[in-house]
């Protein structure tokens, strides 16, 4: 035998050996160039869509050929990276829905891998389904995705209403009076998550509440959901976690989608957007929503409607561009305004001839969001990278509840410069920047003659954020940022994020951050002016904001994920453990019934949150989701330590949703929540006292959908409440509004009891 391999014929092991050292071929390219074969090898995996685009395929599968299964999959940017120390000469890529490739191993270096559709005429085998709710395997930060055909799930018409099907986040009223909805997060009111829009800042200053109703649902491609502090690139203000939110892209998804919303409360919504593509490199969007309530109800009887008339005005006008030189970016345009009144049933519908002496709330905003994002990928050398993000807002509020006037007005700037570079060895990546947040706050509060609170915030910052991942097992990201506070000075914000996979479908997380920001006390606690209390800031540093320190806390977590295969289905659970623990909080003090407080910590302040949850396929068709979470929120008053009011210490959670073949959807959500602490009330006369704990309770929702036409309309019913659970006494002294006994604060649980909606969805694809 000649020793020399040729196409038909592999020499044997032992004949090769046996050649001259000069003569052996195969771990050389001296005779032979196109018979390397890689120590390693790594790339990206790509599908493409049907105007030719190309996107990240995450989770494709890597296979060496004739191995026992040796592989891996592909993070979420389509990378993937392994080993072959057994020289294997060739690969299989596979992805659900396209062909699979078997590639030729004859070089080192970086593999880009393009995957075409895959089309079968006589059989259709599903091997895997998408779920609605995703939990990464590969990602160091643990995130939730949450997909557009989660929202649809429910009405979905705002932010606030987009997690009516996840038990990681809690949806309360802030009060009987102004219908705003705030979110909990690990136990801690929606101001300590991060909102942003597309990473930018979004739900934050004076919006902290009714902001979240400034992002219409029909609007969201996606949710991204973080617990604990997010990443040190954007900001330092994440305490709790963060909340991403994408919206409808101009150069994706359909070309016109309208949706309409009524339900029995007379709310009506119209909901769309359009986009135009007038050529590959440039696209426009636009995206309108209308709301209108404009008849009032007052069910429990008390005199005051229980949810505000409404007429709200949102637009939004957005530009991507992608530039032959490399350049992409996009830049939007956002108006808001917002007419909100409540308060005197009597009042508005007419009933009396004593208006002037009614209690009501009125409420009017005016906002103008404006953003630029802008990036370039260096042509000589693909790893490196450096981006742009700018954002201006401008928000005008004027409010009146009972004769007592709130107005405040917030001029913001943005800015982030990033630069990332990938090294050699694609394991390790550095993303570094600087930051700039500017904030102009104007706030007049006539209550309790607490006066005008003006504030200046100037915030400079250099972040850097490194991160190693071995395509496999480990992940760490490790950040530091230093910002230089006008009023609170030099602070450092450390943050760490680590991540081991056990097996492919078993992986662990850490993580640990600091997280600090100024307290909004009034916007964040607008409930206080539904109220006959007397406000007291109790601040002694004349230079910070409200006379208060800044807000400065630790998150800590850990979380366990893990797939468990069950015939062709897989369960999986997730099991969270968090724990926030304030330096200092600015205490929200109702413990006295005659009074808010605001002052500064003084002791400890906690937050522990443990979760357990579960995601199966009960039946084809059926997906289930189970959970039970548990809350442990205390805090330091004046008067000693204790839980935080209105929040549940437990909560169960099941949401099941049924598809057909024939596109019709069943879906049902049962949430109960356990019995929540109520401050003290028993200063106030027998009558308006109430008791130390409110009862437990159970809400149900439930819709039918049915979809036609390639998902071209489709109409849905639900139902809200189904089971009718109000709270009935949730004003105390509703007939003496304006009487120290006055209370619309204290609220734990829904309203307006049962209601049932209507709608449709229309979408024009090309």
Partial sequence: MAGHDNGDFITPDEIYRNLHECCKYREMDTHYPDK???????????????????????????????????????????????????????????????????????????????????????????????????????KAINVEKITREELCKAACCNLSESFETNPSVDVSFTDAITGSRQIQMLGLAGPYVQITRELMPDVRGMSSIYGLAFTPGPWIEGIQLIKGPGSVTNGFESIAGQINVELKKPEEGELLHVNGYFNEGSRMELNANARHEFSDKLATGVLFHGKQMNHGNDRNEDGFLDMPLEKDLILVNRWKWNL??????????????????????????????????????????KRIDTWLKTGVVFPENPNRSIGFQLNAVYHDTESEFGFNKYNNTQKSFFGNFLFQEIFNNPDFSIKSGLSYQYDRIEEFVAKSGAGVFNRTESVPGVFSEFTYDDGEKLSIISGLRMDKHNNYGFFVTPRLHFKYNFA???????????????????????????????????????????????????????NWTQAISIGQKEIVMGIDLYRSEFVNQVVVDYENVREVRFYNLEGKSYSNSFQIKMDYELIPGLDTRIAYRLFDVKTDYRDGLKSKPLVPRHRAFINMMYTTRNNWAFDMTWNWRGSQRIPDTSANPKAYQRPDMSPDYVILNAQISKRWKDDLFEIYLGGENLLDYRQRDAIIASEDAFGQYFDGSLVYAPLFGKMIYIGFRYNLKK
């Avoid at 790594?42 to 685009?53: A, R």
């Fill in 36 to 138: 390397l074969v890689p120590s390693m090898v790594e790339g990206n995996v790509y599908g493409m869509d049907n105007d030719g685009k190309t996107f990240p395929l995450i989770g494709a599968n890597i296979l060496f050929l004739g191995s026992d299964g040796q592989g891996t999959t592909t993070n979420f940017d389509g990378y993937f990276k392994l080993d072959n120390d057994k020289g294997f000469e060739k690969m299989v890529v596979s992805f659900i829905g396209y062909n699979t490739d078997t590639l030729l191993l004859n070089q080192a270096g970086m593999m880009e891998i393009t995957l075409s559709d895959g089309h079968q005429i006589d059989e259709v085998v599903i091997k895997y389904k998408k779920k609605t709710t995703e939990v990464s395997f590969v």
């Fill in 324 to 365: 032959d030189n490399g350049w992409i970016g996009q830049f939007g345009v956002k108006g808001t305004t917002i007419d909100h009144k409540g308060g005197s049933h009597e009042h508005f519908e007419g009933t009396s001839e004593d208006h002037e002496n009614h209690w009501r709330m009125e409420l009017r905003t």
């Fill in 504 to 558: 492919e479908k078993s992986v662990i997380r850490f993580n640990a951050g600091r997280g600090l920001r100024t307290a909004n006390i009034f916007a964040e606690n607008i409930g206080l002016f539904s109220t006959g209390r007397y406000i007291r800031v109790e601040g002694d540093d004349n230079e910070n904001p409200y006379r208060l320190d800044a807000e400065v806390a630790w998150n800590f977590g850990i």
